[in-house]
């Protein structure tokens, strides 16, 4: 149907809509035509249905004098007074519903629901708004005016678009024309109606193809929860989350990188019709059955398949897309019910972005609640606890807003607030996409803030340490600073990063930079794993708290062996996803026996040693009988990664190698368990490195080389054995004594690097020294060192100095 039919009609069927529709059905009705009649080819499944149009509603707003009574109405409206918003809302939503449809639009809408439910009398129906400024890329109406779900027959139906219309005078949609600078005349309701996927009998969930913190753009973020998706939008749970690597899935790999499973406490269901007749509820919640919980809502291959959908889609429209999807529990098909512009990260562009980070050490800070952060900002402030809406004109500028859940509803003082923070929700809630739009930091599914946190009390809500957000106890120093993005000069060196935190990974990617030197496995198996491996391994042989603690990390896997191998993979692939196609170097562990005593079940099986910094670690561990099977649940990770993922851009590298014989030893043992080198026939170009930070490594470079395909140089530790200094003696009297600029340190730094060029292979280094003494750099510059391995705050300050002093 062409164009002036549309914009002239009453009602149209969604098959014949298309994005230049907008105008007269909005942004989610004119999505959904669009993917209806153009990707269904691509094996895209969206419902059916149809809308009303602009002229539809204009023309109802005209039939009683309705549209000047609501002009007046809102003339001098001050949006900041909650009160009289709210008083005047109401009012005018009380209008609306008390006018009768004029007949020519009742008509129509019978007659083109009557085609859409032939059949299937009992049918369940969504009646959904789609407003004309909705969904556009620099405004996001999303979740404003109402939505019914499970809606059966006709009456129902008209009594929901009614409702529909009265919500475009809703608070929030009120508040939130003006926030954005539309008049309200100028933004008019379209009515979906759309048959419904029963994710009641399934799941549901939303979908975005970027990252929604950090605006990484080659990652499918998906999140999932039981039952209808309400729950998952409004922020009633805390959904499963899935990332999807795009180029990976384009190359036909097993492309999930990362699943976090979420506690999924509530699911929203049908009412059946005797409750719907009894209290006029369409839907009802109730609890998830524990061992559902327990699981993943979606298998790997639904999340493929709705990656694929979301490639698709983005494909199509050309822009970073917001989608809500659902699987059907009874046909166990997936479907897409939504699409619209992602509104948020894909409009910052390049300019420069400012980083928050905690002065000091965290460590000794008090964590008072911890959850899912949204945005990458630090705000402080009084705690303001809100538990109902008739308490939001509580909330003063500054405060820190915290609720079991934040609805649509809250919007007009949520922008007072200097942070939120909830109870429950995930970061695709409607919360959390507000917050992002208003750039304030949020830290929702924290599960018990409004009981933990005070009123009145002082706090620091930080989302700058990846996926969790944490609030602390005290007003914390902040420090912020310009992030540069895009090129740099020529360096003469390759600057590569050090990356231990994988939730960081998406955002350190986008700084300039030649890919990660120094990627360890510590931080993944401290944070994402928390437990030693010899009690994974022990499993179920072992007393009967830690295998509850085992049991209790481990859900959601095929076991606890399972467990470990997937989050040693999944950290190593997000880091890997990434820096891609950049190399990425993945140091094995590398933990001292005091920092394995520390996970869980640790005590059990690590020795108390006098000095650790020169025991059981590195490649002795690995070469050991006693450490042979944790070393093999490793190698099965990374060969994943690099096999089944396809990110071949992760190279090796063995820590701590003490010995000839220990050298060969390991190699052969990563070539036993599926990681051959390139260099001995193996596959995929796999390089496998070593740390230089024995002072016999630079020593016998030439001989060690002949098994390893380059080196890192370790500054910290070949210092400290150079030196004979103990840098975890916490001694004062010795820290004066540590510098790797000593000329016995340098002797040694220069011989590998000479050996390495000499050799033709990799030499970088990876270890503090370049960053805390310029000098040092300009040193290993002039002495041919390939690459050097920075923390991420130092990348851009020496890389710039670098090539500044070339030019």
Excluded at 707 to 720: E, P
Aim: charged share 25%.
């Amino acid at each position: 149907m062409s164009q002036p039919s549309v914009a002239t009609a009453l009602v149209v069927p969604f098959e014949q809509l298309r994005m230049t529709d907008v105008e007269s059905v909005g942004g989610k009705n004119a999505s959904l035509g669009e993917m209806i009649s153009q990707l269904a080819a691509s094996g895209v499944r969206v419902p059916g249905g149809f809308a009303t149009t602009a002229h539809a509603f204009r023309e109802f707003l005209r039939h009683e004098g309705l549209a000047d009574r609501i002009e007046q109405r809102l003339k001098s409206l001050d949006i900041d007074d909650v009160r009289a918003l709210a008083a005047a809302g109401a009012e005018i939503r009380r209008w609306i519903e008390a006018t009768p449809f004029p007949a020519d639009l009742a008509a129509a809408i019978r007659a083109e629901f009557a085609k859409l439910s032939a059949g299937a009398p009992d049918a369940s129906f969504a009646v959904r708004s789609s407003a004309t400024a909705e969904d556009l890329p620099d405004a996001s109406f999303a979740g404003q005016q109402e939505t019914f779900l499970n809606v059966v027959g006709i009456e129902d139906v008209l009594a929901k678009m009614k409702e529909v219309f009265a919500s475009l005078y809703n608070d929030r949609a009120i508040s939130y024309r003006v926030h954005k600078g539309y008049a309200h005349a100028d933004v008019a309701l379209s009515a979906g109606v759309q048959r419904m996927v029963r994710s009641d009998l399934g799941a549901a969930g939303v979908m975005f193809t970027i990252d929604t913190e950090s605006g990484f753009s080659d990652v499918v973020f998906i999140t999932s929860s039981y039952g209808l998706g309400e729950t998952v939008v409004q922020g009633a749970v805390n959904p499963d989350e899935f990332y999807v690597h795009k180029p990976a899935l384009k190359a036909g790999k097993m492309a999930i990188i990362r699943r976090n499973l979420g506690s999924k406490l509530i699911k929203m269901e049908f009412a059946t019709p005797e409750e719907r007749a009894a209290s006029g509820r369409l839907v009802k919640t109730g609890d998830t059955a524990q061992e559902h919980r327990n699981r993943y809502s979606l298998s790997d291959a639904d999340v493929m398949e709705l990656a694929r959908y979301a490639l698709t889609i983005e494909a199509h429209y050309g822009r970073p897309m917001d989608i809500e999807w659902g699987k059907d529990g009874a046909d166990g098909k997936l479907y897409i019910l939504q699409a619209r512009p992602e509104t948020v990260k894909s409009q910052q562009g390049d300019k420069v972005e400012q980083r928050y980070k905690l002065k000091g050490d965290t460590s000794k800070s008090t964590v008072l609640a911890e959850g899912r952060a949204i945005g990458q900002k630090i705000g402080t402030g009084p705690v303001r606890v809100v538990t109902s809406i008739a308490e939001m004109d509580t909330v003063q500028p500054g405060d820190v807003l915290v609720a079991d859940m934040t609805d649509p509803n809250w919007e007009p003082v949520m922008k007072r607030a200097s942070a939120i923070v909830t109870n429950r929700g995930g970061r695709t809630c409607h919360a959390a996409i507000i917050a992002r739009e208003l750039g304030i930091p949020a830290v929702v599914g924290c599960g018990n803030a409004t009981d933990v946190l005070q009123p009145g009390a002082l706090v620091t809500v930080a989302c700058s340490e990846g996926d969790t957000g944490y609030i602390y106890d005290g007003l914390l120093e902040t420090e912020v600073s310009d992030v540069r993005r895009g090129e740099l000069p020529k360096c003469p060196v390759k600057i590569m990063m050090n990356v231990g935190n994988p939730q960081l990974a998406f955002e350190f990617a986008q700084m300039p930079n030649s890919g990660v030197g120094l990627a360890r496995l510590e931080f993944i198996i401290n944070n994402n794993i928390g437990v030693h491996p010899k009690a994974i391994l022990d499993y179920p042989n072992i007393d009967s708290d830690l295998k509850k603690a085992v049991e209790s990390v481990a859900r959601g896997h095929a076991s606890p062996r399972a467990f470990y191998v997937d989050k040693l993979a999944e950290g190593v692939a997000t880091i890997a996803a990434a820096f891609w196609p950049k190399p990425v170097i993945v140091r094995l562990s590398d933990f001292k026996s005091n920092e394995y005593r520390k996970l869980i079940g640790g005590s059990r099986y690590e020795p108390e040693e006098e000095n650790p910094m020169l025991g059981f670690r590195g490649a002795s561990r690995y070469v050991s009988e006693a450490f042979g099977e944790a070393f093999a649940m490793e190698c099965e990770a990374l060969k994943r990664v690099r096999e089944d993922m396809g990110l071949t851009n992760v190279e090796i590298m063995v820590p701590f190698v003490r010995t000839l014989t220990q050298a060969e030893k390991v190699i052969g043992m990563l070539a036993e368990r599926g990681l051959k080198r390139a260099a001995d026939g193996g596959s995929d170009g796999l390089k496998v490195i070593m740390m230089c930070e024995i002072p016999s490594n630079a020593v016998l470079a030439d001989d060690y080389l002949r098994w390893f395909d380059g080196m890192s140089i370790g500054s910290n530790d070949l210092t400290q054995l150079t030196l004979g200094l103990d840098r975890d003696s916490g001694m004062e009297l010795l820290a004066k004594d540590f510098d790797e600029r000593d000329p016995a340190v340098k002797a040694l730094v220069s011989r590998a690097i000479k050996a390495c060029l000499g050799a033709g292979k990799y030499v970088g280094i990876c270890g503090q020294g370049p960053s805390d003494h310029p000098d040092f750099a300009d040193w290993l510059a002039d002495e041919g060192i390939a690459s050097m391995s920075l923390n991420p705050d130092s990348v851009v300050e020496t890389w710039t100095r670098l090539a500044a002093r070339q030019a």
